[in-house]
């Protein structure tokens, strides 16, 4: 159903929309198969990229139903029973809404389970996906329908995508840029909830609401089915059970947002802390049948160490986003490996990324403060961490929920300042999205330069000098033979030219390009975000129709225009927060980008200099 480059080295298999395979294995697991082209190449592709072709009224592959078809038809058949509570549980929140009469129908039926859904799809552009199309597309009056988040091609965390981790259109040349879908840290089974159908969320629905947020991985967001709207606790709570709430947070449960220099802004702790990812080491389980790699966690405040493997990464990283997700752009975790998780390379670039993820949880003063993340940081044990993780997993202010613990220190707004404020933000952050794309893709045609096609010319150069003085001492003219040493000394100067270009990526245009990775995945937060406001919007405007018929009291609806005010405050207070962070890391990588590009070819030109001193002015 869509076209998927496979990654060298990674039994992956290129296939292109509208291509006809033949699965030879459905039962790889972690959201692939192996299928066969009609070359005759094998490999792997992830399952929901793929759909049944259905003859005479029964799915089959294209070549037949053989028993590991079969074997993949009855695994489909269990996706379909789930997909099908799904949408019991939906009627149940219709019914819900309706008696608090908030709506007066909601007619969007949850997706198909037999392919993946457009609001799962990520941010491929290879694959024509952008998570602003939807978004931007959107009509008022119908928010249910055209600007529900199962209506978008990509969600929130689409990018929680990805704050460290390349897409395929955007690799790193020097890191994995493989599917996302390949769990290798499965939860142990004394850490899971018996009862649980996930590890993460209590029921399937909750469970899937999160899940599709991994990010740009290419695969595992499609692999997960939405009931009714993908942004985590959309599909229960409702908007409306936040604008209409008649109690709100606790006052210990409070996020402030003040009034600063430059608008509205969230409460800065007085002290500030990072924390230091370092120290991977291998561990097994199961008497050796099973490894992962385990990383130890030192935050600066403390010093006092903790380690984490990477699934206890993704634990955190989706309650986050399940808690904050609705109001604070949550980026994905780097991606998951199917294969070539130990080697040294992978292990120093995920690394890299998750220590990029953690210190930007630590310098958000929201995240950084929320007992989620200080529990992640701070247990003595495995008691206490077993403790805190059920206490997090049945957290009920998510979704949007959230905005219901803040209070801003601030004058009410009307909904025609809040809709220009939300207007703003989704106009900025749109433009932005496009020229760190932009950037990318540059920077991504730059470095293949670099490392190819660039070195080979200067190598060639210095070949060719070289050839040419082993030409000139045949002669056997005694008077040539400095020149000739000149020529020769030339000429490996080129080709040591050939290797500094070669390398010097990993110096410079590899920070930047992490860098603009990083906030194409805070950018791919914005359009589900953006789209809360809007729904809530809408809401408030639909509310006049509901006090017509006295559904609501006026009251009631005062009390959503307030409630959208704190949302609106809230985006104002994350966009500050946003701003002041691009200004300095840009800055930063910038310079340093510049620093290291002077540096470059100030080598270059001394090497060069030492060359032309060897032959003399005559």
Known sequence: MYDFAAEPGNNELTVSEGEIITITNPDVGGGWLEGRNSKGERGLVPTDYVEILSSDGKDQFSCGNSVADQAFLDSLSASTAQASLSAANNNNQVDFLSQIGCIESLSQSPPSSSSPSPSSSLNKVSGGSDPWSSWGASKSGNWESSD?????PEGAGAQRNSANNWDAAFGHPQAYQGPATGDDDDWDEDWDDPKSSSPYFKDSESSEAGGVQRGNSRASASSMKL????????????????????????PKEKIPIIVGDYGPMWVYPTSTFDCVVADPRKGSKMYGLKSYIEY???????????????????????????????????????DKQVTGRFEEEFIKMRMERLQAWMTRMCRHPVVSESEVFQQFLNFRDEKEWKTGKRKAEKDELVGVMIFSTMEPEAPDLDLLEIEQKCDAVGKFTKAMDDGVKELLTVGQEHWKRCTGPLPKEYQ???????????????????GETDLNDAITEAGKTYEEIANLVAEQPKKDLHFLMECNHEYKG?????????????????????????????KITPQDKQMMVKRVGTMSYALQAEMNHFHSNRIYDYNSVIRLYLEQQVQFYETIAEKLRQALSRFPVM
């Open 227 to 250: 009931p009714l709207n993908k942004f985590p606790g959309f599909a229960k709570p409702g908007m409306e059970q936040y604008l209409l709430a008649k109690q709100l947070a606790k």
């Open 148 to 152: 529900g988040w199962g209506a978008k």
């Open 522 to 550: 805070f950018l791919g937060c914005f359009p589900d975000i953006i789209g809360a406001h809007k729904g809530a919007i809408e809401k408030v405007k639909e509310s006049d129709k509901l006090v017509a018929t006295s």
């Open 460 to 478: 060639k150069i210095g070949k060719a000098l070289q050839s040419l003085a082993t030409v000139f001492s045949s002669s056997g003219y005694q």
């Open 296 to 334: 130890q966690l030192t935050p600066t405040n403390t010093n006092r160490s903790v380690n984490h493997r990477y699934k206890h990464f993704d634990w955190l990283y989706e309650r986050l986003l399940v808690k904050f997700g609705s109001a604070i752009p949550i980026p994905s975790l780097p």
